[in-house]
């Protein structure tokens, strides 16, 4: 049986984007990673400021943006325009050949339009589909796939997904086809006992431990959507998950948090 070729999907945090020295740094990491890689980003601190300097009141429930019309012109400007595009120009300083992607671009990522029973988020979508062929295609002639948090819904409207299901559903996709590991990248060394410690990262969370700490709500808020896709994405192929600060890309000893089925 013939091995899989790996593919690294990084999923970089907000604070990271909107701090120029260390967005620097991370682009450079990335940058030095050997073999495939995706990197998906969202940019919702910087949306949030644009839109509160136009008079807009960002709502959010469960660590998840309502989006309504206006906010969706706020988040596909700062997502799949400005950010995206800075990411990818200073990528490519790095000599990385990334391309700056949303979910509309080559049909690469279609999603439903979230229909919840109580909670109108508005234009939020929940992926349906990703276009893995050509997604392979992409990845096989050496370009860096750069993700924006933006997906479709296939009949030309564009609705704000939340990036880290975005990496999780990329990474599940493609686990048929590669060994995937996910790497959530943000501004802590993992994830934390104590949110004001930095040095009690907890190195492995299982679903029992999970349980436990959001019942104490030592975890809570938008923490919760992305362990919630991390064990979606292993209970579906995905081979490894971490979550940490995007030095241990390139440092081996780096502390880090692994989740594990």
Do not use: W
């Not at 595009?85 to 671009?105: F, I, P, W």
């Not at 479709?152 to 060994?179: P, R, V």
């Amino acid at each position: 049986m013939e091995n899989k070729k790996s593919v690294s999907i990084i999923k970089i945090g907000g604070n990271i984007i909107d701090n120029a020295t260390e967005l620097a740094s991370f682009l450079a990491d990335f940058a030095a990673l050997e073999g495939n890689t995706i990197l998906v980003h969202g940019g919702g601190k910087s949306a949030t400021k644009l839109a509160q300097s136009m008079g807009l009141v960002p709502q959010m429930i469960e660590g998840r943006r309502i989006t309504d019309t206006p906010m969706l012109e706020v988040v596909v400007g700062v997502y799949a325009g400005k950010i995206n595009k800075e990411v990818v120009a200073q990528l490519q300083a790095n000599g990385t050949n990334a391309m700056g992607l949303s979910g509309a671009d080559g049909n690469l990522i279609l999603s439903d339009k979230r229909n919840h029973p109580t909670i109108d988020y508005g234009f939020v979508g929940d992926v349906k589909k990703v276009n893995t062929t050509l997604l392979a295609s992409l990845l096989e002639t050496g370009i860096t796939p750069v993700f924006c948090a933006i997906t479709h819904d296939g009949k030309g409207q564009l609705l704000n997904t939340n990036a880290d299901t975005i990496a999780s559903e990329l990474a599940i996709a493609l686990s048929g086809q590669f060994d995937v590991t996910l790497t959530y990248c943000f501004e802590k060394p993992g994830v934390l006992f104590d949110a004001e410690d930095d040095t009690s990262v907890i190195e492995q969370i299982n679903p029992d431990l999970y349980a436990k700490l959001k019942a104490e709500q030592a975890i809570h808020s938008g923490m919760i959507p992305k362990l919630d896709n991390c064990f979606n994405s292993l209970s579906k192929g995905v081979k490894q998950i971490r979550i940490g600060h995007h030095r241990m890309l390139q440092n081996k000893t780096a502390t880090y948090t692994t989740i594990t089925l």
